[in-house]
């Protein structure tokens, strides 16, 4: 079973910029996605990646803004937040599933195996 730990979590003014990091166990590639969840709102999709890093795919919130890069030779994956605004602020979950597909990704929540035990973003105006 791999564990998901997730850093990088912070305070930042708006228009600023943070990179959180999640760091799987073991060896074995995952497909990854981050979501988010705000105070009182339902957990939501931010962005996903395939095993192979060749396919991505963002929330329409965060396009242009945010990606989702990641080192396999780490077996990490990252969240690199741009142009932060207030309604960013949320605690960011990593999450990952197993696929033997290098190009599969999901933007559903339920289609993942594994999560991170979050990291708070806050995002002041």
């Known amino acids: 079973q791999v564990q998901l730990v997730e850093s990088g979590g912070g305070l930042v003014q708006a228009g600023g910029s943070l990179r959180l990091s999640c760091a799987a166990s073991?060896?074995?590639?995952?497909?990854m996605g981050w979501f988010r969840q705000a105070p009182g709102k339902e957990r939501e999709f931010v962005a996903a990646?395939?095993?192979?890093?060749?396919?991505?795919n963002y929330a329409d919130s965060v396009k242009g803004r945010f990606t989702i890069p990641r080192d396999n030779a780490k077996n990490t994956v990252y969240l690199q937040m741009n142009i932060l605004k207030p309604e960013d602020t949320a605690v960011y979950y990593c999450?990952?599933?197993?696929?033997?597909?290098?190009?599969?990704?999901?933007?559903?929540?339920?289609?993942?195996?594994?999560w991170g035990h979050g990291t708070k973003v806050t995002v002041s105006s």
């Open positions: 999450a990952a599933v197993e696929r033997l597909s290098g190009s599969y990704y999901s933007t559903s929540q339920y289609e993942y195996s594994y």
């Open positions: 990646i395939s095993k192979s890093g060749g396919s991505t």
């Open positions: 073991g060896r074995a590639l995952y497909t």
